[in-house]
């Protein structure tokens, strides 16, 4: 069993910040990617951004130069710096690894549950 847990999300005013982080925990052998995603009501899940864990980072143009992501290995943690946030940046924000239990298996991938991030005009 493998499990994202995130945390952080909330309602933030236009311009603000906020700081999400997610841990992943369980029968885990090694995780490549890790990184955000998020899903507004009536569209799609999109990218956010993601981090390999040899470092390399890749971003949607929506959020470029206002979120950063980055990671802690040697505790399985992916966080996302959100700044200067706006409204069309609410959403619920999920939390994804590719994630892999044993030395023989493939890597997977693994969700969390999501937290709600809600920006006010």
């Known amino acids: 069993q493998v499990h994202l847990v995130e945390s952080g999300g909330g309602l933030v005013q236009a311009g603000g910040s906020l700081r999400l982080s997610c841990a992943a925990s369980?029968?885990?052998?090694?995780?490549?990617?890790m990184g955000w995603y998020r899903q507004a009501p009536g569209k799609q899940r999109e990218l956010v951004a993601t981090?390999?864990?040899?470092?390399?980072?890749n971003y949607a143009d929506s959020v470029k130069g206002r979120f950063t992501i980055s990671r802690d290995n040697a505790k399985n943690m992916v966080y996302l710096q959100m700044n200067s946030l706006k409204p069309e940046d609410t959403a619920v924000y999920y939390c994804?690894?590719?994630?892999?239990?044993?030395?023989?298996?493939?890597?997977?991938?693994?969700w969390g549950q999501g937290t709600q991030v809600t920006v006010s005009s």
């Open positions: 369980g029968s885990i052998f090694s995780i490549d990617a």
């Open positions: 981090r390999a864990r040899g470092g390399s980072t």
């Open positions: 994804h690894g590719e994630i892999r239990t044993t030395i023989v298996s493939a890597f997977n991938n693994y």
